[in-house]
Each structure stands twice: as C-alpha cells, then as structure tokens.
C-alpha cells in the first residue's frame, strides 16, 4: 500500500458538449512528491483537477487518487484529499476562525480535535493573531493561506491546489511555497497547477499540459532536456529593433524578450549567430553579448507547445 | 452526521445574523407587510362617499335623505344641483354613488303614483358596486315599504305588509362578518412563505455564486445533511416570525383565536417542508440569485394568486380550481384561517395537514435528488 | 451629453438582456401568466353557491320558497341535510358555503300572516364572499316576498299594486359588474413595478458586485449617458409588457378602452421613469442583490400592489393608510387606468394624477442621480 502512487490517471478524458477538455490524458503521482500540472489558461488544468477530486465525471478513462476509484468511490476520497480552489471559497463574512470551525465540521472533525487542528493550522500559515477577523478584511495573500490552512485541516494524505497564488505578490507567493515544501515534508502528496514558470521549478515533476493534451513530463530538468534547438542569449542595446531583425532572420526559428536581452531558439547555433552579428551590424545595432545558454523551463514550454502547436 | 450537520446549521445562523440589513429584514418584513395587508385588505364598506341630486326638495325628498343621511353605510358628501355635477364628482372618484330624486318626487307620491329614484353608481370596482347597491336598495326598499302600508291604511286595509320571510344571516366564526378576521390570518400564512422560501433559495444559490459551493461539494458531505443544514435556520426563522406575526395579529388587530396554537405549529412544520423543499428546489434549477428571484416570483405570485387569499377558489373555474389542489399555501391557509376562527383541531384538519406533508416531502425528495454531488 | 456613447451603453445593455433569458422570461412571460390569471381565474363574481338546505317542515310552501333559490345562477343547492351538525360538518369541510334552515312552521306562519323566519348560516372565514352571497339571498328572499305580497293583496281585493318608489339603478363605466374590467387595465401597474424596480434594480447591483462598474466609470462616459443607457432596455421592456397589457385586455378579455390610448400609453410611460428611478435608487443604496431583491419587494411591489386602489379600494382603509397612499406613484396610475379606460376620461380631469407622476418621476431621477454620483466619487 504505501509503495502503491498516491494518483493514478489512464486515459483521462473530458467533453463538455463536443469541446474536448481533456484528451485523455495518463501519469501517475508518487507519494510524497509535489506534482506541477503546467500549462496555458484553458487548457485543461482545472477540468483535470476536478476530476480527480471527484467534482467531475470522466467521459472516458480511469483514476485512483489515494487508492480510490474517483468515479466509484468519490465519498472516500474526498476524505482523504484537500482541495483549494481557484476561486477563492471561503466565507468571507465569517471569520478566519469560524470558516475554519465550519469546513472541519463538514469532514467530521470532533470538537476537542477540531480545536486542536485549528490552532495548529493558524500557527502553520501565521494566521493565529488575526483569528478573529472577518475574511473580508484579510489580503488576498493571506486569505490563501487561510484557503489553505481549511484545506489541510483534516490532515489530507493528498492536496489540490489549483493555482494557488494567482493574483497573489512575490514575496507572498515565496511565504505561500514554503508552506508547500513544509506540507511536503510531512508526507503530504501535493499536486498544484500554475503558470508561473519560477514555480514550476520548485516541482519535482511536472506534466505539461496543451490544448487539452498531456505533451511532456518529467522533472523540471527533464523538460529542459527536451528542447532540442540550442539557445542563445543576445544583449543588443536597442532590443525592440533587434527582435524584429532576429526574427527576420531564416536561420533564427524563435526570437523572443528574456529580461534585458533576446532569447534566440536556432538548429544550428554558431550559423544563427553569426548570422545576427552580421545583420545587426548592417543596422547599427550594438550587439554587447552573443552566447550560447541552458534552456530555461520557460524556453522548454514555449517550445514544446510550438512543437505540439505544429503538430 | 449530526456533527457536520450542527456545524451547518451554526455557519448558517452566524451568517444570517451577522449581516445588519439582513437581520433586520428577516424580522421587520413580516410585521410591515402584516400590517399593510392587516389594514389595506378591507372590503367592509361603511360610509361610502355618496353625493345627491335632490330636485323635488320636497318634506318627502328630504325624507328619504335622512334614511341615507342616518345609515352607517353612507356617508353624504355633496349636495349638487345638476346632473353634470354628479357626473363631475363622479369622474374625478369623489363619490362612488349618487342618488337623484326628480322634480315631481312628492306630487307623483302624494297622487298614488309611482315615483322612481335614480341609483348612479361607480362600477369602476365591481366589488364594492355591488355591495353599495344593495344597500341602497335595501334603504330605499324599506322607505318604499313604509309609503305602501300607509297607502293600504288610507284605503283602509289591514294588511300587513311586513315581509312574510325573513332571513336571519347567521354567520359563522365571524359574527359581523369583519374582512380583517379572514385576512389577517391568510397574511400569516403568506407571510410564513414568503419568509422561509426565498431565503432558503437564495442562500443556497450564494454559495453558488460565491464560489463556496465547490468547497462544500469536494467535502464528504452528504446531499442531505448539506440540504437539512442549510434549511433548519430557515425553518427556525420561520417558526419565530410565526410567533412574531400571530402576536401582532391577535394583540394589534384582535383577531379572535379560538383553536390551538399547536396546531396553528402542527401545520406551520408542515407547510414549512413545503416552501423550504421549492425554495431548495429553485436552487437546484438556479445558478445565480437573480434567477433564484425570478423563479421565486414565478412560484410565489401563482401560489398566493391561487391560494384562496384574496380570490375565493370557488369562483374560480374548474380547471384552476383543480391546480389550487397542488398549491401548499392553498391548505396552509385553509389551516390557519380555520384554528383561528373556526377552532378546528386535528380531526377536521387532518386532510390539510396530511396534503401539506405529501406535497412537501415529495418537493424535498425531488430538491435531494436533484442536488448533484457534482459539478457539469 | 454624447447621443452617441449613451447609444453605446445602451446597445450593451441590451445584449446582456438579450443573453440573459431569465430576465427576459420574467419581463415578458410573467406578466402574461398575471393577465391570463386575473383574466380568467380571478374573480370576485360569485355563481353557483354551493349550498345546504335544512328544511324541517319539508312541504310544498317551503318548496316553492326553494324554487326560488334553485332557478338563480347564483346558487347551486348541493346537500339536503337533516340536522346542523350536517351543516357544521359541510362548512368545515368546506363543502357548502351557505346552509338555508326553513323552520318547521314556515307555511303555517306565511298563512297566518306572520313573518316566518329563514335562517341563513354563511360560512364567515371569508368575510367578503359571505357578503356578498348574503346579498344575493336577500335578493332571491325579496323576489319571493314580493310574489306573496301581491298574492295576499289580490285576495283582499286590491289588484293594482305599484312599488311606490322604484329605484332605477344605472351602473356607470363597468355596466355588468366584472371585475376584470377593473383589475386588468389595473395590472399594469404591478408589472411595471416588477419590471422597473425590481428587476432593474437587482440587474444593476448584480454589475456593481462584479465590479464590471468601475470599468465603466473608468472611461469619459457621463454619469447621466450611463444611466440613460443602462435603462434604456429596461423601458422598452416595459414598453413591450404595456402593448401585452393592452393588446391582451382587448382582444382576449375584451376589457372597453373608452379612452385615448396614447393618453394611457404617454401616462403609463411616465410611471415607468418613475419606477425605473426608484430602480436605480435602490440599485445605489443596496450592498447585494438580496438587499436589493427584499428593499424594491418592501419599497415598490408591496405599495404597488396594496396601496395603489388596484384590488383593495383606498376609501376603505383607515385614514393613514390613505394619507400614506398618497406617496405612492402607483396610486396615480390606477386611477388613470380606470379613468381612461372605463369612464373615458381625459387629461381635463386626470391632469392632477399625471402632474403627480412626473413629479415623481423628476423627484426620483434626480435623487438616484445624485446618490449615484455620490457613490462612485
């Protein structure tokens, strides 16, 4: 039992009315680790999401979360999961307190644990000072980890977090992780979705999700691995003009913005190079860096949905 | 079970109460409207504003006046001199009726003669035309009667022209036949409805705008307990408005009550599944609370149209009488109006209660069915 | 004012209603299930009485008495019974509504010459209808005492008998007494306010809660093209409901128009900038839609449809009721209502009634202007 993975999926597959959702879609979680979902908006994260945790009905397709049938058995699991919605969904005209009093009720927590759990979950998110406030009144940084704190209350061996800290600011964002990492540290398996590519990095495995489709998986690493163009990374002092220049280039197949220089994507990289060299040049254009870089997770994701776009 | 369901029912409260216009709007509706009915819902006429044409003003002209001028029903406005006038006051609603004795009144009496009085009446309202009519019938009927046994004594018959029958009304539960004692309690009823259906509906509907629902729904909590967690609040709000407005009604409008008052509860519980299990079931039907409101008032103005309140079912045609039949507020108000007039207890009611409670248990069932446990 | 960008709200707005088939549904359909109620099943107009006879004398005096009742649409008599714990049982169980007792010497009396006494037991829990069946016993009892009269005058001789002062009864405006004439005309009263307060204003808090508000205000757009736009739709609806009231109340329950209909249609309109104003204050004044649904039900519908002399007459009702009456826009519009549409009348006399509305109207626009920009500052 506690080698089995904590969630299965075969052949995942979603219609609502003839848009295909999700496509079936297959990986398995292991427990313990923190699964990234990554992907564009729309393209199937949450449907995923809702399926494992026993919101939707698969058309098509099997899963076991924490070794119950999501379609048979979805009273049992959700026992054993929490779950934190996109939307924020707690109550906002109740307090922190009484939101958390409520959502233990509703999963059975007796009174004298229940108590336990909530002191223990406020001091875990740092939210014991501000018990007794309305949620109304709390930041947006703070009401997820209030979101959160619910929905780990019940000591889920599995977690669901979709997207998280959307909307959230960085240093909250960094604060919210760390919450992550601790829960991880205790055994809890925890699969979230983002599109934040710092994030992504944080997993230790990651499936990428387009258009409804599962296109790569594996460690962040993994995905890095698969990009097979070579990338440069070019500091051209006026970058508008030198990234309509880059992408006019033939042996260039991607050019794109990458902090205060260009990110170039080339089959062949000492031809694109000198290539560009050449065509700034002519335009004036000083080029005060040329070299060649690890792809980061973003380049991987930029082009593995080009890939699976052309496909 | 009782757990989840405890913690239910407190978050529900909490929230209910926590909101000042809500709080306030859970207790003074009730009273405003029962008031409002209490005292709008009236079709006891007395004084109607009356205007006359007296063109003989003759001692016997001013005879008949004086039977207007005396009765309780009449209340003499104005006194005009043309029929043009009559028709102006008329027009602009300041008297609902008008009396006009003719030029030759007293000579066609005094010769033995016929000397017929106009009746113009504003049957603008046909209710109350109808019910001024005949009292101005019944006055001028009595005048009439009394000019024919003089003339019979003149000739020197004996006769008694008394009316050989008489009808004694006699009627029951409401002596002087009071319209406040039949509608107070049927506001009661409709108050009753009002308060415990909407916001059953709407509450539940929230949490589906808000976002919350999702939360609840990825819980192991089960359809009913999420179901009689949201609605026992509401039935207890209800319970106490009934106590609220039955106060109001017996203390404020001296409606007399003259059955019990746990059957008055007996029947409230029962009715209670009723417009809890439709307000449960248009939040099953509804995604966002306007559409909560629009199928609440779908429900609601039939269900209080067609509940006998203010329109007797027996008017109605058949076809609409036999709907009354699945309309809960229809026994409800049968059940009130009678523990508070006609003192019935169980034995005679049973047949109302019994219709409330199949009516409400088969809505629950279908609000609990239709709960989906899923979204999609 | 910019015609243009108001036109731009206003085109919004009425795609939203367009995408919204609730609103629409309760804009247009409700208001035809009220018409088809009050056309067809509502009715103060009682026939056919369900009825109990105790007779105990049971001869053919009584009988004859009865024959009265039995030829009269207004009474159907059901049950014969033979005792008053019959007659308890039918008027609990609600199956008479009347019980007529002849007493055991009715006939012996009626010869002699005395008055004999009928009871008649009227179920009083509605107080009005038992009034009102009252009445039509009274009037089948005096049909039958008139007979005897002249019956008992012709045996003393006396042949030529007149009723020395009949009355002649002319019945204005509504000649055969229906109700509906009264309350169709009257119902669109209570649908304009449905759909101008009500739905207006739980439609505009629904935007302001998703904030798609502030979006607006954003742009150069003036707070007055903003709500000229946004009720537009809201008007045309009500628009759309007036035709259904009229073309309904004509062809269908042939209710007489005597009246101008543009008169009743340009009045109409102004009560409906008032209730799309007392709309827009709420939709100001109010946090959620519940506080809005519950504000417009209390504020609007409920003295719409009580105070307003559409069913319940305003001279019945205790004097405060009726100076209160007095601030309710609706109030005007039915006594245009039955003013144009049964007596005829014109604008030399409802011209109070129609100041009064646009009084209100101005009264209300302003207000919910100035709240509304208030508001958003």
Redo the contacts between chains.
């Keep these: 039992m506690s080698d089995a993975p904590a969630i299965v999926v075969k052949d995942l597959t979603r219609d609502?009315g003839s848009f295909r959702a999700v496509d079936s879609i297959s990986f398995e979680v292991r427990r313990g680790e923190i699964f990234g979902f990554l992907g564009p908006n729309g393209a199937g994260k949450s449907t995923t999401i809702?399926m494992l945790?026993?919101?939707?009905?698969p058309t098509a397709g099997e899963g076991r979360v924490a070794g119950f049938d999501i379609v048979r058995e979805?009273?049992?699991l959700?026992?054993h999961?929490g779950?934190m919605?996109q939307?924020?969904?707690?109550?906002?005209?109740?307090t922190a307190e009484?939101n958390l009093?409520?959502?233990?009720?509703?999963?059975?927590?007796?009174?004298d644990r229940l108590a336990a759990r909530i002191d223990e979950v406020l001091r875990l998110v740092g939210l014991t000072e501000r018990r007794a406030d309305l949620t109304r009144t709390l930041a947006l940084g703070l009401r997820q980890r209030l979101a959160l704190a619910?929905a780990v209350l019940h000591e889920p061996p599995i977690l669901f977090l979709d997207e998280p800290t959307s909307g959230v600011d960085p240093i909250s964002r960094r604060n919210f992780w760390d919450l992550i990492y601790a829960m991880a540290d205790r055994g809890v398996t925890i699969l979230v979705t983002t599109h934040y590519m710092d994030e992504a990095e944080f997993c230790d495995r990651l499936v990428l999700i387009y258009q409804g489709r599962l296109i790569a998986q594996g460690t962040p690493g993994d995905l890095k691995g698969l990009v097979q163009d070579a990338i440069l990374a070019a500091y051209p002092d006026r970058l508008g003009e030198a990234l309509e220049v880059a992408r006019s280039l033939p042996l260039i197949s991607d050019a794109a913005v990458f902090g205060r220089g260009l990110h170039l994507t080339a089959a062949d990289p000492q031809a694109a190079g000198a290539a560009l060299r050449q065509a700034l040049a002519a335009r004036d254009i000083t080029l005060e860096r040329l070299g060649r870089v690890a792809p980061t997770l973003e380049d991987a994701f930029i082009s593995l949905i080009q890939r699976a776009g052309e496909e | 079970m009782f757990r989840r369901l405890r913690k239910i029912i407190k978050k529900e409260f909490i929230q209910a109460l926590r909101d000042k216009k809500l709080r306030i709007f859970i207790f003074l509706p009730p009273i405003v409207q029962l008031l409002t009915y209490g005292y709008a819902v009236n079709f006891d006429i007395e004084r109607a504003p009356t205007a006359i044409l007296d063109e003989d003003r003759s001692a016997e002209s001013r005879k008949l006046l004086y039977r207007f001028s005396h009765s309780r029903y009449f209340d003499i406005r104005e006194y005009v001199d043309s029929e043009r006038d009559l028709r102006r006051l008329i027009d602009h609603s300041r008297v609902t009726l008008a009396l006009r004795i003719p030029r030759d009144f007293a000579r066609q009496l005094q010769g033995g003669r016929q000397a017929p009085v106009q009746l113009l009446v504003d049957a603008t309202d046909s209710n109350a035309a109808l019910i001024v009519t005949r009292y101005a019938h019944a006055v001028v009927g009595e005048f009439s009667l009394d000019l024919m046994r003089q003339r019979l004594r003149q000739r020197g018959l004996q006769g008694d022209l008394s009316a050989p029958v008489v009808i004694e009304p006699r009627a029951w539960f409401n002596d002087n036949l009071v319209s406040r004692y039949t509608f107070v309690p049927g506001v009661i009823a409709m108050v009753v409805m009002l308060v415990s259906f909407m916001l059953t509906a709407l509450a539940v509907v929230r949490e589906k705008e808000i976002g919350t629902m999702e939360q609840i729904l990825v819980s192991p909590l089960r359809p009913v307990e999420f179901m009689l967690g949201k609605t026992i609040p509401f039935v207890v709000i209800a319970l106490l408005d009934v106590v609220l407005v039955t106060a109001v009604g017996v203390f404020w409008f001296e409606v007399p009550l003259r059955g019990s008052l746990v059957v008055l509860f007996v029947g409230t519980v029962a009715f209670l599944f009723n417009s809890v299990g439709l307000g449960l079931f248009i939040s099953t039907v509804s995604n966002t609370q306007q559409q909560a409101m629009m199928a609440g008032s779908f429900i609601f103005t039939p269900a209080i149209l067609l509940s006998g309140f203010i329109f007797p079912i027996s008017n109605m045609p058949e076809f609409f009488q036999y709907i009354t039949y699945l309309n809960p507020l229809r026994y409800f108000i049968t059940v009130v109006q009678a523990v508070f007039l006609k003192g019935s207890g169980l034995a005679v009611l049973w047949p109302h209660m019994a219709a409330m409670t199949a009516l409400g248990l088969a809505l629950l069932t279908l609000s609990v069915s239709r709960f989906r446990r899923r979204l999609g | 004012m910019d015609l243009g960008r108001t036109w731009a709200v206003f085109r919004k707005e009425m795609i939203h209603v367009r995408r919204d088939p609730g609103s629409l549904i309760q804009a247009i359909l409700l208001p035809v299930l009220l018409l088809l109620l009050y056309g067809y099943a509502l009715t103060f107009d009682i026939r056919e009485v369900p009825t109990a006879v105790y007779d105990l004398e049971q001869s053919r005096v009584s009988q004859g008495f009865l024959k009265e009742f039995r030829g009269s649409p207004y009474f159907s008599l059901t049950h014969y019974v033979n005792s008053y714990e019959d007659i308890r049982r039918l008027i609990d169980h609600q199956q008479v509504r009347l019980a007529l007792v002849i007493p055991h010497d009715f006939s012996r009396r009626l010869k002699l010459g005395e008055t004999a006494r009928v009871q008649a037991i009227l179920d009083g829990t509605d107080a009005n209808t038992a009034n009102i069946i009252l009445g039509y016993v009274q009037g089948a009892a005096a049909a039958y005492n008139q007979r005897l009269v002249v019956e008992r005058l012709n045996l003393m001789g006396v042949t030529r008998l007149e009723e020395p002062v009949p009355v002649q009864t002319r019945l204005w405006f509504n000649e055969d007494l229906e109700s509906k004439n009264f309350i169709i005309p009257g119902l669109i009263v209570v649908i304009m306010t449905m759909v101008g307060s009500l739905l207006t204003a739980v439609t505009i808090v629904r935007e302001s809660e998703r904030g798609s508000l502030e979006g607006l205000l954003a742009t150069p757009l003036r707070k007055s093209e903003l709500i000229l736009g946004k009720l537009g739709p809201y008007f045309l609806i009500g628009l759309v409901d007036l035709g259904l009231v009229l073309g309904l109340g004509e062809f269908l329950f042939a209710v007489p128009l005597r009246g101008s209909v543009l008169l009743y249609i340009a009045l109409a309109s102004i009560f409906l900038v008032v209730m799309l104003g007392q709309g827009l204050l709420i939709s100001v004044t109010a946090e959620n839609q519940l506080q809005a649904y519950q504000m417009a039900t209390l504020t609007t519908f409920l003295p719409s449809f009580l105070l307003s002399g559409f069913v319940f007459s305003i001279a019945l009702m205790p004097l405060p009721l009726q100076i209160a009456s007095y601030l309710v826009p609706a109030r005007y519009l039915v006594s245009i209502c039955k003013g144009v549409y049964l007596k005829g009348i014109g604008l030399e006399i409802l011209w109070p009634d129609a100041l009064m509305l646009v009084a209100f109207a101005a009264l209300f626009i302003l207000l919910a202007m100035r709240k509304f920009s208030r508001k958003l500052r």
């Design positions: 609502f809702r945790n026993g919101l939707l009905l979805q009273e049992s959700q026992e999961i779950y919605s939307r924020f969904s707690l109550y906002e005209d109740l009484e009093d409520f959502f233990g009720g509703v999963y059975g927590l007796a009174n619910s």
